[in-house]
């Protein structure tokens, strides 16, 4: 339950820290003409993201749309994820049986 809380603190830390990074562009931009809309790479600051983390949240919440794990730790089908095992498990036996 630490480790979740610290990670939400952490997630939100950087959610912050974006939002007044986008807010600072924009009152930046409003003063720049509208033809200059190209990001440029040195522009973009990144804090404390790496690649790692951002794989890591979307490859965490794409698992999360097929399994999820119970309060006893155990993993558990969404819909989803039933839905997706059963059609897998028909293409695999056409495939096969054909």
Do not use: C
Request: a positive charge; charged letters at 30%; proline letters at 1%.
């Amino acid at each position: 339950m630490n480790d979740y809380l610290k990670s939400a603190r952490s997630g939100v830390r950087n959610a912050s820290k974006g939002l007044k990074r986008v807010e600072h562009q924009v009152e930046e931009a409003e003063g720049r003409p509208s033809t200059d809309t190209k990001i440029r790479e040195r522009d973009i600051r990144y804090d404390d993201l790496t690649f790692n983390d951002i794989f890591r949240a979307t490859s965490r919440s794409f698992r999360r749309q097929f399994a999820r794990r119970s309060s006893k730790g155990h993993w558990t089908l969404t819909w989803l994820g039933l839905i997706s095992l059963i059609l897998l498990v028909w293409s695999m036996l056409e495939v096969t049986l054909w």
